[in-house]
């Protein structure tokens, strides 16, 4: 399997990652995944189908929020919360913050 | 003239914010705003073309960022910062904090 590709820490740009958190599922899996250190996509899908799933992953990807890498046939989440705050620092903070 | 339509502090959520401030020249205008107390449409268009400008300014009225009123037949913006500081406290200190 190929890897999953990610941009660049430097390539980041705002309009990108407030994108992908205008919507309340990608929101939800970045709250869920700032509250532990990784996880599944079946974990983290609630349910949802895999194709739309697929879709907010790589959203998520692309706006550098989350890092995803295979371990056998699973995919493992994780938040770039280092990256993230070297690049702005205290806006992760701020929204994970902020009430539901 | 009919006045603008504003959503109630309560009911705004994060998804529509992020929504508003995933497009460059909406985050622009944000910018401006939060330097100055209010500006007209002509001000902040940039020279674009009135029909998006239009567009931009009724996503960010939505999302609860910018109130518009009449003042004769010019259109007076200004940002919602105490109602956003209320909802979300923080939050547009750090999202105004961040570089361009």
Not at 16 to 22: D, E, I, V
Not at 68 to 90: K, Q, V
Request: hydrophobic share 40%; proline share 6%; with cysteine.
């Amino acid at each position: 399997m190929r890897p999953f590709k990610h941009p660049a820490v430097e390539d980041l740009t705002l309009e990108r990652l407030f994108h992908a958190l205008s919507d309340p599922v990608r929101l939800d899996i970045v709250r869920t995944l700032a509250a532990t250190t990784a996880a599944t996509c079946s974990e983290l899908d609630g349910g949802r189908p895999k194709s739309s799933m697929s879709h907010h992953f790589r959203v998520l990807r692309d706006a550098g929020l989350v890092c995803t890498h295979h371990a056998g046939t699973t995919h493992i989440n994780s938040l770039r919360r280092a990256e993230l705050d070297t690049r702005w620092p205290g806006l992760m903070a701020a929204i994970l913050g902020t009430p539901r």
